[in-house]
């Protein structure tokens, strides 16, 4: 009885393992297949990486290097100057050597048609006595002075020397009192004849300036003379005002 139970029980489990067997088959095949087919059915199911890594496109190659330049090929032309070109050495001296002589140039005529039979007259009658005594010196010219244009300037200092009448300025009163002193420089034109022809202040106290205005209207100058020529000069007159005297 005992060993009926063993043999029962030995054929049982035999025949359940088989089942377990292809039932665990069936669901290992089943769940590959579903992982087969879900990414097919499903891409964007997919890690982004797989699918960037399947859709990318490889760079496409760097372009080939740009060709040398070809290479300059100077020249060099040998220079050949003209006294090289016109000048060579002779291979061979000459025995005999000739002298061109040429004749001289007949003597030219000049004159005026119709004056014929004077010294140095051509036939026909052109006159050639007059020029023919001058000779063939070319006439001297002589170009006269250029006269200037507008007065002549000259230094105050030169001008000084030729005053020949000169009027002291009068220290005014009111200048005295307010102890001003000094230079007056006044710009002037003077005639031909030498009289004061324009006279105006460039510089100098204000109470003085009438002063010395009203003193040098006066004064007379002896004629400046350029290229023997009496002239108008332009020029400066500087007056003093101190107040030990002027």
Do not use: C
């Not at 005594?133 to 000259?154: E, H, L, M, Y």
């Amino acid at each position: 009885m005992f060993e009926d139970s063993l043999v029962d029980s030995g054929n049982r489990l035999k025949t359940n393992s088989k089942k377990w067997m292809i039932l665990t088959f069936g669901i290992n095949a089943a769940i590959i297949a579903i992982m087969i087919i879900l990414p097919l059915m499903y891409p964007e199911a997919l890690p982004s990486l797989t699918n960037s890594a399947m859709l990318t496109a490889p760079p496409p190659p760097p372009p080939p290097p740009p060709p040398p330049p070809p290479a300059v090929v100077v020249k060099q032309i040998p220079h050949v100057s003209e006294i090289d070109q016109g000048l060579h050495a002779p291979t061979k001296i000459p025995e005999k050597i000739e002298m061109i002589k040429e004749e001289a140039a007949p003597p030219s005529s000049v004159g005026v048609a119709g004056m014929g039979g004077m010294t140095g007259g051509s036939v026909g009658g052109v006159l050639g006595g007059v020029l023919g005594s001058v000779g063939n010196a070319a006439p001297k010219v002589t170009a006269a002075p250029v006269k200037p244009v507008g007065p002549a300037r000259i230094s105050g200092g030169v001008m000084a020397g030729t005053i020949i009448e000169k009027t002291q300025p009068v220290y005014p009163p009111i200048a005295r009192a307010a102890h001003v002193s000094g230079a007056v420089v006044l710009h002037a034109i003077i005639g031909k004849n030498g009289s004061i022809q324009n006279l105006q202040v460039i510089s100098g106290p204000e109470m003085l300036r009438a002063s010395a205005l009203d003193a040098v209207q006066h004064w007379r100058y002896k004629p400046y003379l350029l290229n023997n020529e009496p002239t108008e000069v332009d020029t400066t007159i500087t007056v003093n005002f101190n107040f030990g005297g002027n």
